[in-house]
Structures are given as C-alpha cells and as structure tokens.
C-alpha cells in the first residue's frame, strides 16, 4: 500500500515557465513534508520542506504547498530553469522514518 | 564539511552470497538511515540507527541487516543476495533521529547476478 504517491512518472515544461509537481497521500499521521531532488549516479539532495502546520513555504524559485483536507502536496518552480531537470521526490515524516514515492522526472525543454 | 561517503560505489555479486556496505555519515551526524531504491519501487526505508541502535525498521526480510558504530559509521549487510536485491542503496545522515532533513550520500549501486 503506497502512502505517498506522485503519480506523473515524468513532466516535461519549457524553460521559463511554472513546473508543478504533485504528491498524495494517504497516512494522517505525517506530520512534516520534504521535496528531494536527484541528478543520475547522485544521491537525493534536500530541496525543501514544509511541516504540517503550515499551507506553504517558499524558497527562491521553489515554493511547497500543502493542503492536508486533500492529503495533497504539490511543488512549484518559477521559473524553470534546464538545470532544474532531474528526478524530484516527494517525502513525508511518520512513525516509521521518512516515506518517499517513486518520483517525477522533470525535464526542461529548452 | 565533507558530505556522506559510501563505500564501494559499485558492486558485482552473485546470488547467494553475501555483501557488506560502509557508510560514513557527516561529521557531527549521530543518526543513519539506509534506504533502497529500484525502478519500480522508488526509494524504500531499510532501517536507521541512532547512537548505535535501530531506531525504526522498514518492511524488509531479515537478510537485510545493519549496525552503527560508536563513531557514527554504518554498515549494512544482505545474506543470501538473490537477483531481485540489485539496486541502489543509499545512506543519509542527520542529526538526530528522526530528524526533519536528511543528508544522502552516492549511493552504492548493487548488481547480483
């Protein structure tokens, strides 16, 4: 049973514009929400995050939302640049350590 | 600050036999986690030790084993690889247990053949 999901594989935006990246989830219990960012042969690097008593957070570009009556977190990107391409992970803090779902691989159109 | 280092990067085995891999956590870090990732399955939680103790467990056989030392430093060890173990197994590091970001290493990509 997968309690956090992102269910677009992969997305792909011109550069320049908005990227939105979704993630659902299922346990009430999360109580902290984190977006990692993976190049290939790199290992996750912490982009952001938010807890759960909050409905955003923004950095730079990069600005988290969460609406927790819809168990739903999306990430956005503004604007798009070619180095933002790469696998983005979505992870939510429970009992059990930090839960991730499979990714969204962004590319970046030129 | 040097980030987190594992040990090998890469890694050829075949079934059956066994494999062990480092992990040095960054300086100052108590807490190491080790995680698997595959294509199908993303990342998934393997354990994590704090001051040389398993603090959460993910749901993994018991082949899959680990330990921590007194200077922070992990080890994880598979028995028995079977081909379905090939991945990529990632250690991340924080402060504390349990805590809000944690850091990542390379990875050690596994291969059974």
């Known amino acids: 049973d997968q309690q956090v999901k992102q269910n677009s594989p992969s997305l792909s935006v011109q550069e320049g514009r908005i990227s939105i990246l979704n993630c659902d989830y299922t346990?009430?219990?999360?109580?902290?929400f984190l977006w990692y960012k993976k190049y290939p042969a790199e290992g996750p690097t912490f982009l952001i995050s938010i807890s759960s008593i909050k409905d955003k957070n923004e950095d730079g570009r990069f600005t988290v939302f969460l609406n927790k009556s819809a168990k739903h977190l999306s990430l956005h990107i503004v604007p798009s640049q070619p180095g933002d391409s790469a696998v983005y992970f979505c992870a939510a803090r429970g009992l059990g350590g930090l839960t991730f779902g499979k990714g969204t691989h962004l590319i970046i159109q030129p | 600050k040097a980030g987190v280092t594992q040990t090998p990067r890469y890694l050829i085995k075949t079934r059956g036999q066994q494999v062990t891999l480092s992990c040095s956590p960054i300086?100052?870090?108590?807490?190491v986690s080790w995680y698997q990732q595959t294509p199908g399955q993303g990342l998934q939680f393997l354990f994590e030790?704090?001051?040389?103790?398993?603090?959460n467990k993910g749901n993994f056989p018991g082949r899959f084993s680990g330990r921590q030392f007194s200077n922070s430093r992990s080890e994880m060890n598979v028995s028995t690889l079977e081909l379905g173990d090939s991945a990529l197994y990632l250690c991340?590091?924080?402060?504390?247990?349990?805590?809000?970001?944690?850091?990542f290493g390379p990875g050690t990509r596994l291969t059974v053949l």
């Open positions: 300086s100052g870090h108590r807490s």
């Open positions: 346990n009430s219990m999360f109580d902290y």
């Open positions: 991340a590091s924080s402060t504390l247990a349990g805590a809000d970001t944690q850091y």
């Open positions: 030790y704090f001051s040389e103790t398993q603090r």
